[in-house]
């Protein structure tokens, strides 16, 4: 009985073993591919970056203060701003509308959505608030943006919802539940409330990929995973590189076709592709 109960055990050890091993085999593997560097004090949380085509810049922006800082990289990832640049808005979402012309945020809690004025250098010199102001599903949530729908999306790890806004009007759309680690409708099961606990649970990316469209970090598989908007069901698993910075909060990103890792010790962003 015992040598029984041993051969058991080791079938159920290799099993695990090889779905382990199964699973990220069919993730596509990521590179660093550039960093971006805070090089002043201010805030413990990376809030977000966005890529300005019209400037070819980065803007990368501190959670948690106005006072923050606020720093402008080139394309290549060189310093562009001097050490008094502020966030002037306690930002979590950030990003360029190309129909507005614009850089803009969503902010703590209530703060509701604004947008930055820049100088003739693509400077952030000042911010306003936006006429529209919505409640998020959560204080810390970290709006993620469609350019080509003017649409804001939000994670709401209560319900496990993606939630759709119109940031023109502040109408809400369409919510599409997320049906985490599962491929298929078979796959669906309720372990949502207790597999949950494994992601960044309120930062999530829109990548523009087609039935691809929002991705989450999984802290546990050290992982991005992107879903399909329509069916809430995953569609593909990025690999992160041993070492790569992974948070259960904020300090996730996505912007000019590269994913945004925020390291809080070194105060670095590292990029991958």
């Not at 790890?157 to 985490?180: F, I, Q, R, S």
């Not at 960044?200 to 691809?212: D, K, L, P, S, V």
Request: aromatic letters at 10%; one cysteine or more.
């Amino acid at each position: 009985m015992k040598q029984i109960t041993l051969f058991l055990a080791s079938i159920v050890v290799l099993s695990y073993s090889a779905l382990g091993q199964d699973k990220k085999a069919q993730s596509t593997p990521l590179k660093e591919v550039m960093t971006l560097k805070i090089d002043r004090e201010g805030g413990a949380n990376g809030a977000n970056i966005a890529w300005n085509p019209k400037e070819k810049k980065y803007y990368a922006a501190m959670a948690g203060n106005e006072s923050f800082p606020m720093e402008v990289f080139d394309a290549k990832g060189k310093m562009l701003s001097d050490e008094t640049l502020e966030a002037l808005f306690d930002v979590r979402g950030l990003w360029y509308s190309s129909s507005a012309k614009a850089l803009q945020m969503n902010g703590y809690d209530n703060a509701g959505w604004a947008e930055y004025k820049l100088n003739a250098k693509g400077i952030p010199i000042s911010a306003k608030k936006l006429s529209v102001v919505i409640s998020q599903p959560d204080a810390q949530c970290v709006g993620a943006f469609d350019d080509k729908t003017s649409s804001l999306y939000y994670y709401d790890y209560a319900t496990v919802n993606v939630e759709k806004y119109d940031v023109k009007t502040g109408d809400k759309g369409n919510t599409t539940k997320l049906h985490l680690g599962a491929k298929t409708e078979k796959n669906i099961n309720d372990a949502d409330e207790t597999t949950k606990d494994l992601y960044n649970q309120n930062a999530i990316i829109f990548t523009g990929i087609a039935h691809a469209e929002i991705g989450l970090l999984n802290v546990n598989d050290h992982t991005i995973e992107l879903y399909n908007l329509a069916t809430g069901l995953l569609a593909k698993t990025l690999a992160l590189p041993e070492g790569a910075p992974q948070e259960n909060s904020l300090n996730f990103s996505f912007c000019n076709n590269i994913y945004w890792l925020f390291d809080k010790k070194d105060r670095i962003w590292h990029g991958y592709k």
